[in-house]
């Protein structure tokens, strides 16, 4: 049992697939490129759990199955792991029809995107998700990137997958910890796109963090489908994309300033998304109402609400270095009304209250 | 004046602008992408010739000109090198709407045109080439890379740019080795697509030595109007395109077993062609003519004939990592008849024949 979202992009479209028990079935892994040779992509603590299952099923279609494991962790997205994968495909004489795996969460998903847009100028590659951010977020989309240590996600290409295989199973082994982080991801879509969406979080965040096999299947389908339909319309965020970074300026700065992996990049975009709410609100769009409302949902996700003391200062310069900026001016996404954001430039003095209002 | 010929690859097409004082003329800076900041690359021997013009060109349109100088040669062009462009980038504030401006040969326009690909997922660039091997060739159809310890231009990414401006006033600084170097690809076209054209060459090979200006613009027009023909058929390589390596899988191998600089890549070329015409004399394609017609024109064009004595199998090992190779049986472009070029397997004995008879 499965359901399947698609994501609209011409000649790069492709196929989320999202149920239960899909990493031992047939079906995900028919039709996809052929090659010689499949390279599942991982990391030290995803590999022991699905790795071999993801080579079983993988073997009736590629005749050479290779594993390489990566360091866990975002202070592992850098050039150093990228070119371990590159080292490998290379000294085992992988040509350019090979296709990558991406198993396991985000930082894995967007490594080996990017490692597959640069090897011998591209290779297919699939995403096999294992966390919940990276079903509802990272790996949908074609975002891919490794961070600089002066800026996440510095490094990069849009570079769209073949397919992304969304096994719900693989939530169970979750800590706790990343599954609040991907839940942020998931609040995210009902600010920006769809107050139903975010009535039914907040009626169901119970079922969520209790894993409910149903729940999530709703709220990874809702999420992807949000997702497909605002990259269907604008791959390569010149406009409306950026939406899907609401507390995402903020969090980055949260996630740089306390050094990579101190908190999940989830969590920054957590508390992030009150920064953000508070912001929108200081700026008169939303009521005070919408603030505490959602940052009652993000407590309730098991979420930060409230951001390291960094000083204002240096949240500004962190966020200055942001993508976003243009021209050295920051822009932020903001709420104008339930279902709609839009991207903002924000006086710093209303920023360092912001700060000031939600640190500590 | 100047000569313009379009490449034609919808949203992505753009104009490669070929005439003397380009470089100091208003036109060709004009209506690129606007932003605040424009961003020389260039190498420590191409700045202090032109790096001064061609900031003073684009003042009119970029309020920051920075210049950003590469250490010199194929040797450099590596992840470090690379990421000597990032940290400027990301050091100097530089925002996603900055345009680079590759200004130098094959080396600074690969790497330059592969930062542009991935920072912050893609800026627009501009192709400044300075030597004849990358106005002909290296500059046009967006192949953009850098080298791996196992492989010549092994990461890399399609990324067009947004202009090409040949100055061809900017040869008159080539050293020899580089004039040579870049009639190695010149030369290439009349076997792979034109044989009318192989003729002039022949007939032309002095007034091009000598560096004719009017010769050399039709050189430079006509190898850019068979590339864009070639690439507007194929940007990605799935066929056709692959052509346009005549003599590049002999020549990388040439290349990779001296150390990456101790010959330059037209040199490696020029040798390389007149291996893969002894190939397609011994695959029964062509007649042995053929072979003594090219080397004859190779060795006028100041270029090496006969390859380094690595050893038969050396070559084997080093062309089997070769981009063109795929499930691990090499494929070579070989002529089938004058004007046209195709991929064939080759077995392994006629190789060695060829290695043998073309090393000393």
Redesign the interface.
Known sequence: MSETVSIDLGERSYDILIGQGLLDAQAPWRDLPRA?CAVIVTNDTVAPLYAQRLQQALAPHYARRLVIELPDGEAHKD?NSL?LI??RL??E?C???TVLFALGGGVVGDMTGFAA??????VPFVQVPTTLLAQVDSSVGG???IN?P??K??????YQPQRVVCDLDTLDSLPPRELSAGLAEVIKYGPIADPAFLDWIEQNIGALMARDKAALAHAVKRSCEIKAAVVGQDE??SGLRAILNFGHTFGHAIEAGLGYGEWLHGEAVGCGMVMAADLSVRLGLMPAEFLERLRQLIARAGLPTVGPRLGAERYLELM??D?K????EMRFVVIESLGNATMRPAPDAVVRDVLDACTR
């Not at 996600?153 to 849009?158: E, K, L, P, R, V």
């Not at 900026?325 to 050295?328: K, L, M, N, S, V």
């Open positions: 010689a050039w070119n590159f080292d290379l000294a004489g040509d350019r029809k847009a640069c090897y011998m100028r591209g975002k891919t990137a600089h002066r800026g996600n510095m490094i990069g290409a849009f390569r965020e200055r270095v993508k900026a243009e021209g050295g």
